[in-house]
């Protein structure tokens, strides 16, 4: 975290508007209320000033360039390109400031009011770029390639939106808001792709969780894990960890689970004389009708006529 000349803010402050940022980040009024575009170096407050973290009404969108050294690793990890690193903030996420506004870094902001976008199919396929859910040390890091397409669309972001309102121009600006974000997904995936070791040690760690977890008593006693519960034993986002999983494997966190259900529900089955319904309780179900539905969508057959099928 920072070192802060204002109070320690414990509860972050909510910017409910573009206006509102612009004016405490000492930035002139932006030209469109619910759209905008500023670069780093037009910041007029020092780090020092910038409140430990906020929340806000409205998608925030940034790309840092010149970041090169430990102030930009991946988490405990490496990063894969020092060009720039970009990252996705959802309306009601925490941002945090320790190091999203540095002295000496070049790169730009965007932000987006969800109003902005009503009217358009982006208005709710916003919702399913993953990115947004993200944390920060699960940032984009971009290659100089990647970073050239990036600035190019926000700088036809920000000429549209500086430009004389006529009624091309919200559709142009979401236009390349969706270019924009596509783009985004395309270089997600391919870092996915690239982070083979990172990825390999991840899925590692999974394994050994869900062995863990299933060999013992805790499914019968906690009851199936959750997909955040597995994120958080591997400190990364649920959706970071379902799109890498959905990258590498063709399964999301999810999926792994039901897998491992679906194994554990077989050998249960084919080697025991509990009851259908003792098995899903054991198995962390709360209703046996569940278990049964999830098995018969799984295997094709219900529990009952894969256990006979042994018999």
Known sequence: MSKLALDYMKVPSNITSITALHKLLNLKG???PLISVFDFNEVQIAPETVLSAITTDFYVVALKKDCAGNKCRYGQQYYDFAEGIMYFIAPGQVLQFDDILLAEVKGFVLAVHPDFLYGYTLATQVKNYGYFAYASNEALHLSEKEEKSILDIIANIGREIEANIDAFTQDLLVANLELLLKYCD??????????????????IKLETLLDDYFSNEKLAINGIPTVQFIADQLHLSANYLSDMLRVQTGQTTQQHIQNRLIGKAKELLSTTQLSVSEIAYQLGFEHPQ?????????????????RQSFN
């Open 186 to 203: 395309r270089f997600y995936n391919r870092q996915f792709l690239t982070r083979k070791k990172v990825s390999s040690d991840l899925l």
């Open 290 to 306: 569940s278990f049964h539905r999830l098995f018969k969508n799984r295997t094709a057959v219900s529990p009952l006529a894969f």
């Open 30 to 32: 932006p030209s469109n």
